[in-house]
């Protein structure tokens, strides 16, 4: 009952959430407003509810990801390239306590959608929380512990059960990040470094990139926001202030809780 009212509190305070929001709705807001004890906490209750759904543990997984991102000033440093983010995240390791949960919710989640699959191959939703669940380890990887060879055999592996769920629904706008974001940042790669992924299999396709992380940051789900986090890095780059101040703004009214948006917009009047 408390949680249930939680859910209806935020939802009259934050439009973004729905009145019918699922603790899983509600846990990716909460996440990506940085409340991260209550964003566990709302995915754990969708796990106690429903415990054979994969989503739950992965999603949780994803919260123990962005809390690193966070502390160590990850999506300033990695992606928005400011000199004092890069210079602090130099100073600060991962923490073991979160790696150890942040492991143990990714396996727990890869043995439930195993088991489903096992039984449904076409299962759609854990297809997509076995490539969520790559796609996080490969991140943690490369942008955590900055193992970037490491990662590239999961980024592989989760495009091409990314390509897997697409071909059953096409419409499912969230699996398309994963073909977004290797494109995409592959293809920031030197040319050799970018022959080199090719010829290992990964794509390097920066225009599909783009394609891609649009039609997630349009029409996607839980990750339709670290889309429009891509694709305002991507403006940036291509020094299209306007649109980067576009998404920025979008960004900082839908979690106010957020301080990075804010923080990106001011560096752009």
């Not at 603790?23 to 990716?28: A, C, E, M, P, V």
């Not at 489903?116 to 759609?124: I, S």
């Not at 889309?227 to 979690?255: C, M, P, S, Y």
Request: glycine residues 4%; hydrophobic residues 45%.
């Amino acid at each position: 009952m408390e949680i249930l009212l939680s859910i209806a509190l935020l939802a009259m305070a934050d439009p973004s959430v729905a009145p019918h929001a699922t603790f899983l709705d509600l846990g990716y807001q909460q996440m990506y407003n940085l409340q991260f004890v209550a964003a566990h906490q709302s995915f754990q209750e969708w796990s106690r509810q429903h415990p054979d759904d994969p989503m739950g543990p992965v999603s949780d997984a994803a919260a123990y990801l962005f809390s690193e991102f966070d502390r160590l000033h990850i999506l300033q440093s990695e992606f928005f390239l400011h000199d004092d983010a890069v210079a602090a995240h130099k100073k600060l390791t991962s923490d073991p306590a979160v790696k150890q949960s942040f492991e143990k919710a990714l396996s727990d989640g890869e043995l439930l959608a195993a088991r489903t699959l096992g039984r449904e191959p076409q299962n759609e939703n854990s297809l997509f929380a076995d490539l969520l669940r790559l796609g996080l380890h490969a991140d943690y990887l490369a942008l955590v512990e900055k193992r970037y060879l490491a990662s590239l055999s999961e980024v592989k592996m989760g495009r091409a059960i990314a390509d897997k769920l697409l071909a059953i629904n096409p419409g499912y706008c969230d699996a398309y990040l994963a073909i977004g974001v290797e494109n995409y940042l592959l293809s920031l790669k030197p040319a050799a470094v970018r022959w080199l992924l090719r010829a290992g299999g990964a794509e390097t396709d920066k225009e599909r990139g783009i394609q891609n992380l649009a039609l997630t940051a349009e029409k996607g789900h839980y990750l339709l926001p670290y889309a429009r986090i891509l694709l305002a890095v991507a403006a940036l780059r291509d020094k299209n202030t306007a649109k980067a101040r576009e998404l920025l703004d979008g960004l900082a009214k839908d979690f106010p809780r957020n301080p990075l948006y804010a923080q990106e917009l001011s560096l752009l009047r």
